[in-house]
């Protein structure tokens, strides 16, 4: 089930909200594990099954290494649990990626064909990270298997994140308050969501229909789509975030922001700082830091950037294409820390700002091109190298027709629009005005976004699979 | 207003939305067909224990929330408003709307299907009507007689009748590109008039070797919501859908060879169906015979067509004692000696230069 769906915002979405706020406190969680183990069954029921194993294998291990006497018995435990993810996560995802290049060799072992059940990548991330964390001794194990499978199952960031971890919500498993302010602003939240996706993701998705359809491609109109495609990826994935932080306001649950104005950074380094915060602080706390992070000499250190990108590209897909992204990204991080971060502190924002765009938009070529062909000929054709025009009239059709689109969603993708609002709300004389305009205007983009929905129809979030 | 007030009225008027939306959709009356789009509406897929949440069922009930979704068609207007007007783009699903008149964005030329549209004309022409004058007519879009300032891309019309000419062996060309025009065509449907197609009707019968009288009297049925009306979803001012008719076409009887059943040359009752269009015989049908029993010449045609002929067809009748039309979307040409016998008559393929560049449709 998507959240940009009738079925979720016109069905699903009103019976859960208001069936969670006439049962009883205590019955809460039960009711909202119930609601999300719904969710998942409606879109993937055929592989329910592993999500229930993984979720019982992280809740069981939790309780091991919480009744496990001496570090080598917990270490065991956790080491145990992380495996187990693990084993799901690359048998599911990984497993034929694995059997494709060993098949390089000459080799011909079967495929294995299993289809990618929905949010793995995410709920086996925070399922290790809680493990982690009980080990670590930052948090204690959850006894309540109900509790536990809630925080795993919790339907708004159940498939596409952010990736929750278990110590900033444990306090409000237990004990969590609801207020008209936190339900408006999680309206808030997830009413902008829903229109960055389905207003502005989706018409940047329909122009890079329209140029992949194309055959009058030109320098200009490839630029254009990896523009589109860098904002489109941000407002899908960003949204989401958007969505799953607002519905989580609703039931009184504060989860973290997942993004921040990624694409006004002004280095990799920042980007990534701004960039699905979760999955960055994740690998970091996780994998880097327990490899020694940059406390290292400097072989080592490398060795470690390569290593955390390599996951950080493979987390992304399996393929060689996000391999090079993420070590496209590895090897700008480090010259970025070894020679230019003084340089970019120094020269005016502005030319940062177009170092920045200038590296971000060829990265998600990588993104983009399944296969090294595929990557070639989109490199060429962005420098020029192909034997494309600079520009056509295809290129001049759907640059006329998604101006307008591209501005709202560049001006979008800066804080300006907040700050705009803010410094609206900061003055006495217009606050009421602002306060009255908000509701109509949350009604108008909820309903603007439900007349798109109704003339649509099949509408997946790009990070769905992940 | 303050905070307070404002959290309550967003969360408060946020539920009523979503209520509403839930409430009108399980006890308001479920639309069957569509006539703005001209198709069935799904409703609730029946449920069993093993169809619930399978694939298919999840498809159909998606699918089934769009369709039946309250006032659908004003929620499809203010989309194609926010398109136009707020975010200024081009074209709203591919349709686009210059002054009163609805087009279809369809620009990308398929040289390969218009070769195989040209290897199916040669194929039928040879194998079976080796003795007959055979014929070939591209209708062009009505989008290629638009505005080339207004800057959308329309379809080579140009290479498109090249490459068919070039390729074609055994049917001769009649143009009929400056026979027509802007007018000539509904601004709301894809389709030509009936009324703007005498130049046409010169052009064939000096061709095929005949020579129209063009002595009708006309009938006119209104308003008239082509089907580019109802995929626009704007508020676009309807046209008017007029026929001609003589003694000859009044006289004509016509029958789906098919079906066994007689048609209506005309059939006004058809003008409240959810496709007008079909007032002209009928509308899809695939093999029709349509004779004329008072005419003077035995000559027969045989038209291979899309929906375009239904209306030129009625004013070909005078000339011709039977014309027997075939549609080879819907009929194999593997089929067509069932149908036609070989006897020297006329034969003309009347396509659209869209279906010649879609000739997949072509079975």
Redesign the interface.
């Known amino acids: 089930m998507l959240f940009s769906?009738?079925?979720f915002?016109?069905?699903f979405?009103?019976?859960v909200?208001?069936v969670y706020f006439i049962v009883p406190q205590k019955m809460r969680n039960l009711f909202l594990l119930i609601a999300s183990m719904f969710f998942y069954?409606?879109?993937e029921?055929g592989y329910m099954p592993v999500m229930v194993a993984t979720i019982l294998s992280g809740y069981v291990h939790g309780l091991l290494i919480g009744k496990a006497t001496g570090p080598a018995a917990r270490r065991f435990w956790m080491i145990s649990s992380v495996v187990w993810c693990g084993a799901g996560l690359l048998v599911f995802k990984y497993a034929d990626f694995l059997i494709l290049n060993v098949n390089r060799t000459g080799l011909d072992i079967p495929l294995l064909k299993l289809g990618l059940p929905l949010g793995i990548s995410f709920y086996t991330f925070q399922i290790i990270s809680y493990t982690i964390d009980v080990y670590r001794g930052k948090t204690l194990p959850q006894r309540n298997l109900v509790d536990f499978a809630t925080y795993v199952t919790f339907f708004p960031q159940l498939i596409a994140g952010p990736i929750v971890r278990y110590t900033t919500i444990a306090e409000q498993l237990k004990t969590r308050t609801h207020?008209?302010?936190d339900?408006?602003?999680g309206?808030?939240r997830l009413?902008i969501g829903l229109s960055k996706k389905i207003?502005v993701a989706n018409?940047l998705a329909n122009f890079a229909v329209s140029f992949r359809?194309?055959?009058q491609k030109s320098v200009l109109f490839y630029w254009l789509y990896f523009l589109a495609l860098t904002l489109q990826l941000y407002f899908d994935f960003s949204a989401y975030s958007d969505m799953a932080i607002g519905m989580g306001r609703i039931f009184g649950f504060h989860l973290l922001e997942n993004f921040n104005y990624p694409l006004t950074a002004r280095s990799i380094t920042e980007f990534w700082h701004r960039w699905h915060i979760s999955l960055g602080t994740w690998l970091r706390d996780y994998i880097y830091i327990p490899m020694g992070g940059n406390r290292v000499r400097l072989p080592r250190w490398v060795f470690n950037i390569l290593i955390v990108w390599l996951f950080t590209g493979l987390w992304h897909g399996a393929g060689w294409n996000f391999v090079l992204w993420g070590g496209y990204f590895a090897v700008i991080l480090m010259m970025e820390k070894l020679v230019l971060s003084r340089l970019l502190l120094h020269i005016p924002s502005a030319l940062s700002r177009l170092y920045f765009i200038l590296l971000i938009i060829p990265s998600f070529v990588f993104f983009d091109s399944l296969t090294m062909s595929d990557l070639a000929i989109n490199f060429k054709a962005m420098t020029g190298f192909a034997d494309l025009p600079l520009v056509n009239?295809?290129t001049?059709?759907y640059l006329?027709?998604?101006?307008?689109?591209f501005l709202?969603a560049i001006v979008g993708a800066t804080s300006l629009p907040s700050l705009a609002i803010q410094r609206l709300r900061d003055s006495r004389h217009l606050l009421?005005i602002i306060?009255?305009a908000?509701?109509v205007c949350?009604?108008m983009l909820?309903?603007?976004a439900?007349?798109?929905?109704?003339?649509?129809?099949?509408n997946p979030f790009l990070y769905f699979r992940f | 207003?303050?905070?307070?007030?404002?959290?309550?009225?967003?969360?408060v008027?946020?539920?009523v939305?979503?209520?509403s939306?839930?409430m009108t959709?399980l006890f308001c009356p479920k639309e069957s067909v569509s006539y703005s789009e001209r198709r069935l509406m799904q409703q609730f897929p029946p449920l069993s224990a093993s169809r619930l949440?399978?694939k298919e069922w999840?498809e159909k009930?998606?699918?089934y929330?769009?369709d039946q979704?309250v006032l659908?068609d004003r929620?499809?207007q203010?989309?194609?408003l926010?398109v136009f007007d707020?975010?200024?783009?081009?074209?709203n699903?591919k349709i686009y709307v210059i002054g009163q008149d609805v087009f279809k964005l369809e620009y990308?030329l398929d040289e390969e299907s218009v070769r195989k549209a040209s290897d199916r004309i040669d194929d039928i022409a040879l194998n079976y009507f080796a003795g007959s004058k055979v014929f070939y007519a591209l209708i062009p879009d009505k989008s290629m007689y638009a505005d080339p300032a207004t800057?959308?891309?329309i379809l080579d019309y140009a290479r498109l009748s090249g490459i068919l000419e070039a390729e074609t062996g055994s049917a001769v060309p009649i143009s009929l590109y400056d026979e027509l025009d802007a007018d000539s065509y509904f601004r709301t449907d894809i389709h030509w008039k009936q009324e703007e197609l005498l130049l046409v009707l010169d052009k064939l019968g000096h061709s095929l070797g005949f020579e129209p009288d063009n002595q009708y009297t006309e009938k006119t049925l209104a308003p008239f919501y082509g089907g580019y009306y109802g995929q626009s979803?704007l508020n676009i001012s309807p046209d008017e859908l007029t026929y001609l008719y003589n003694d000859a076409i009044l006289n004509g009887e016509a029958t789906d060879r098919i079906k066994g059943e007689p048609l209506k040359i005309y059939n006004p009752d058809d003008f409240r169906s959810v496709d007008p269009y079909n007032v002209f015989l009928g509308g899809p049908v695939a093999v029709i015979d349509v004779i004329n029993p008072v005419a003077e010449a035995k000559r027969e045609l045989v038209i291979f067509r899309d929906s375009y002929a239904s209306s030129l067809v009625p004013l070909m009748l005078p000339y011709y004692s039977r014309i027997t039309l075939i549609d080879l979307r819907y009929v194999p040409y593997s089929k067509i000696p069932e149908f036609i016998k070989p006897a020297g008559q006329d034969v003309l393929f009347l396509y659209s230069a869209l279906l010649a560049n879609s000739s997949f449709l072509l079975r």
């Open positions: 769906s009738v079925s915002l016109y069905f979405l009103p019976v909200i208001t069954f409606y879109g029921s207020s008209f302010a339900f408006s602003y309206v808030r009413v207003l018409a359809a194309s055959d009239a295809d001049f059709y006329r027709s998604y101006f307008v689109v709202i009421c306060n009255t908000e509701p949350l009604a909820l309903l603007s439900t007349a798109f929905l109704v003339d649509g129809s099949f | 207003m303050s905070e307070q007030h404002k959290s309550k009225i967003i969360a008027g946020f539920m939305l979503l209520l939306g839930l959709h949440f399978s999840t009930f998606e699918l929330t769009l979704f659908r929620f499809r203010l989309k194609a926010l707020v975010f200024r783009q081009m074209d699903n990308r800057g959308y891309p979803a």
